[in-house]
């Protein structure tokens, strides 16, 4: 029998190893850019077409390479950062594992022009599919630029299991942002299909992060700073009040280099424990310096992931601080008595003639025991004391309130009648003839022909509104109510582009939005439904719902948006309503498709017969 282990082309291999390394345009964004900043950069641009299906290209002014390294940086395993095993644990470059070039040259059109300090020409190399076209002095800027032309070009099947463009973009924004919090003293630049995206000045990271997220940032951001002799933790976390209700804005960086880590994410959500509710997620951006001996980052191609020796002591660290500098910046509760403006320093008192004692003129001969007939007719004794205020008569009835009734023949027939589950439309009395009663402005209690039901106000309107939304999605026909004053909303780049997806289906719904600008819309009016709630909350909250909905229930883009929109607009819990709105709100309830399904699932209503009341009575 022949032998049947051959060993696999350069280019076959290359493909293979592409699979793991690029993924989409954005994993080829961030190995360009790490690249750069590699090269000793502070200047570095990112020009993107077609979110990157059809170019990425990558300018920087650092060290530029000679001919041979510009031939030699496209091969596998070919790296200037290490030259030895041992050179795995003192890594402090980006890139070590020498794949990317090789990975990316595989798969798309690659054409590379770079230039060193002391050389007059530089070099111009074209490569497609792993296969060198042309290789030729130049003319070119001191640096490098790389452009990568129609990824996945020479494997279709990978191109077509890439996304939308505005979701591609917004992975691309999200490697990008990682990269330029990391280096906020490097110049940024991003621009997609001819639009500038971000332009980013060298700064400290407190305007990086402003620059980045928006203005609102610059008094949400609480600093951090711990120096130890295991690590140094520097950066900032937000103010519990702007927590969100998804993860994405929590970046953890470990020598300059973005790392996803659970276990560390736990210290500092521990340390805003009775902060924040158990939904809510603290923004954060913080910095690990630790001796890379110390860690291994030689765990996944992608490098985020990292290995510690310690691994309890940085979690304890982390939450300490954390914990910290929020009671430090006055974030958690806390009681000063030695303090300026504490309460006795507010109160300035009285000379001890100068107080008058207080007064209550009262009846003694009030008895609120008597009948009616027997009471005399009189002021109420504790409305009016030594201040002179108005008397008011006691009110008639006041005792009733305190009557037990004794009327339980009326409901004995009802005694021997089955339990109901699910309450029948024709059970639920006409308008006019409902008794109605709001409990702990929470729960509305409707008497009903077998006993009385209990319904779930914000379950109630949140089922409500969310068919109704997507029947208007459906049909486009939202209805708008347009604004006096229309609103500017500033949002990050991602959301940007997440709403610039979303358009389509969020005008179906009512809203009247225009771009204006980079990164702001104007909204010049809302749902019909929702005009009560401000713009830009309303905005922020309908994405931030979204994604959200889109990380954890994996919905339907319209079904998504129908949920997020219904649960930001419905009225919530502690809402006081009036007898019409009570009953309003069992109408269009009852009209529903699935009026006792709300949206996580649970039940609208509770009802209780008259036999679980006699029952509770009796026992």
């Known amino acids: 029998m022949s032998d049947i282990i051959q060993l696999l082309p350069d280019a076959v291999a290359n493909q293979i190893a592409a699979g793991e390394v690029v993924q989409r345009p954005a994993s080829a964004v961030k190995e360009l850019v790490e690249n750069a900043i590699d090269a000793g950069a502070d200047k570095i641009q990112l020009i993107i077409k077609d979110a990157g299906k059809s170019l990425i290209q990558v300018i920087d002014n650092g060290c530029g390479m000679s001919l041979t390294d510009a031939r030699m940086c496209f091969e596998r395993h070919a790296t200037s950062k290490i030259r030895k095993a041992d050179d795995l644990f003192a890594i402090r470059t980006m890139g070590f594992r020498g794949e990317a070039m090789a990975s990316i040259a595989a798969i798309a059109q690659v054409e590379l022009k770079t230039r060193r300090h002391e050389d007059e020409l530089g070099s111009c190399i074209t490569i ?31 191109r077509n299991f890439l996304k939308s463009n505005p979701v591609e973009m917004r992975h691309i924004i999200d490697e990008f942002q990682r990269v330029a919090l990391a280096n906020p003293q490097i110049f940024f630049t991003l621009h997609h299909d001819s639009q500038e995206v971000y332009h980013l000045p060298g700064t400290t990271l407190k305007q990086r992060i402003v ?21 140094k933790l ?44 158990d939904d809510c997620f603290p923004f954060y951006v913080l910095f690990i310096d630790i001796d890379p001996s110390k860690i291994d980052i030689n765990v996944h191609p992608t490098k985020t992931e990292i290995k510690y020796q310690d691994e309890k002591a940085i979690y304890a660290i982390i939450r300490s601080a954390v914990k910290r500098s929020l009671g430090r910046y006055n974030i958690t509760p806390s009681l000063d008595f030695d303090q300026e403006n504490s309460i ?15 007064t209550i003129s009262f009846n003694p001969n ?56 699910a309450v029948d439309e024709q059970d639920v009395s006409k308008p006019s003839e409902r008794q109605l009663f709001q409990i702990h402005n929470r729960f509305i209690l409707s008497q009903i022909k077998s006993g009385f039901m209990l319904i779930n106000q914000q379950a109630a309107h949140e089922r409500i509104l969310y068919e109704r939304f997507l029947l208007q999605l459906q049909n486009h026909s939202g209805v ?25 289906d969020i005008r179906a719904l009512g809203f009247d939005i225009r771009e204006f600008g980079k990164n702001t819309v104007v909204v010049e009016g809302v749902p019909a439904e929702l005009n009560n709630v401000g713009e830009h909350e309303l905005l922020e909250h309908l994405l931030e719902g979204f994604k959200n909905n889109m990380a954890i229930l994996k919905l339907d883009k319209r079904d998504n948006l129908a949920r997020s929109l219904a649960r930001n607009g419905a009225i919530k819990t502690g809402i006081k309503l009036s007898l019409e709105e009570m009953n309003q709100l069992i109408d269009q309830l009852f009209a529903c498709e699935s009026p006792n399904q709300a949206l996580n699932g649970k039940p609208v209503i509770s009802t209780f017969t008259m036999n679980e009341l006699v029952e509770r009575f009796e026992k």
Not at 373 to 402: A, C, M, V
Not at 480 to 504: A, H, K, M, Y
């Open 344 to 358: 006795e320093h507010l109160i300035t008192p009285k000379p001890l003639e100068e107080i008058i004692a207080p």
């Open 211 to 231: 620059h980045l997220f928006g203005n609102n940032y610059n008094q949400r951001l609480v600093p951090v700073e711990e120096d130890t002799t295991i690590i």
């Open 480 to 504: 708008s109510q347009q604004s006096l004053f229309p609103q500017s909303v500033t949002l990050n780049g991602s959301d940007f582009e997440l709403l610039r997806e979303l358009l389509p």
């Open 128 to 158: 497609e599919g792993s296969e060198v076209i042309s290789q030729e002095p130049c003319s070119a800027n001191t640096g490098s630029s790389i452009a990568v032309k129609n990824l996945f070009y020479n494997t279709p099947a990978r």
């Open 366 to 421: 009030f008895n609120p025991f008597a009948n009616k007939e027997e009471r005399p007719k009189q002021e109420h004794p504790f409305l009016r004391d030594s201040g002179g205020y108005k008397k008011d008569s006691i009110p008639q009835n006041w005792d009733t309130l305190y009557e037990i009734s004794k009327k339980e023949t009326l409901f004995q027939h009802e005694i021997h009648e089955e339990k109901t589950i």
């Open 234 to 277: 520097r950066g900032f976390v937000g103010k519990p009040e702007f927590a969100r209700k998804t993860r994405g804005e929590q970046f953890f960086f470990v020598n300059n280099r973005f790392i996803r880590d659970s276990y560390l994410n736990h210290a500092v959500t521990t340390a805003f424990e009775e902060l924040l509710p």
